[in-house]
């Protein structure tokens, strides 16, 4: 079955430790996006990448890295300069929904801190 | 302004009610509109796209005005399966690409029995 795939579900981070989230899809989707969801709030864009070896700051990407080395695979690390890392973070990629480009996620990963 | 603006609700209907969410968004160059659909603490999901004539998906309709820039979507004949959190979805960019989507904090909607 194609899909998105993240792992692990969840996840707890130490203060000053960095932590990533791995993402992988096997739907051939070029642009792939990583997203934070905090309670009661809309999705805010961290980073995307529309092809690999390349990616662009979203708009809240600071205290977060990311690498595009391969089409199926977008991790997504969260460093200790992010003060306020306990959220939903969902991996997307783009594919055609009828005549319009959207976005499908993988399950999320929540982030604890302790 | 926030770029998509939604009641966020709760609506708490009972079943089989006809319910309306609605949706405005600031950025007049958007090509591209969407309602998602996410469960407690899941992922969203696509629900559908909005399309300028309007558009209907069984008992989901969706309507797009331009001029006001407002989307809708209207449920008929609510199930309890319809209790989620509903986003409305909008691209940046008047390419009508995906690339970068901006989505809404959300209605809730609650369907008794």
């Known amino acids: 079955d194609g899909g998105i795939t993240q792992s692990p579900k969840y996840l707890f981070r130490k203060e000053g430790q960095n932590v990533t989230l791995s993402c992988e899809q096997n739907?051939?989707?070029?642009?792939m996006y990583w997203y934070r969801q905090d309670p009661g709030q809309g999705l805010r864009l961290i980073y995307y990448?529309?092809?690999?070896?390349?990616?662009q700051k979203g708009d809240i990407a600071e205290g977060y890295s990311v690498s595009r080395e391969k089409k199926e695979s977008f991790p997504l690390t969260v460093t200790s300069a992010q003060k306020n890392p306990t959220a939903f973070y969902l991996c997307?990629?783009?594919?055609?929904?009828?005549?319009?480009?959207?976005?499908?996620f993988g399950p999320g990963t929540r982030l604890l801190v302790l | 302004r926030k770029e998509v603006e939604q009641d966020p609700g709760p609506f708490n209907v009972p079943e089989g009610a006809t319910v309306a969410f609605n949706c405005t968004y600031s950025n007049s160059a958007s090509q591209s509109f969407f309602w998602y659909r996410q469960d407690c603490r899941k992922e969203p999901k696509l629900l559908m796209s909005?399309?300028?004539s309007g558009n209907e998906d069984g008992r989901f309709t969706a309507q797009l005005n331009r001029a006001s820039q407002y989307i809708s979507l209207l449920i008929r004949d609510s199930k309890l399966s319809d209790s989620a959190t509903y986003l409305c979805v909008v691209n940046r960019r008047s390419s009508g690409s995906a690339r970068q989507l901006t989505f809404g904090s959300g209605t809730q909607l609650t369907v008794l029995p």
């Open positions: 909005v399309y300028s």
């Open positions: 997307a990629s783009s594919g055609l929904a009828g005549a319009q480009e959207t976005q499908y």
């Open positions: 739907l051939n989707h070029d642009a």
């Open positions: 990448s529309q092809i690999v070896n390349d990616f």
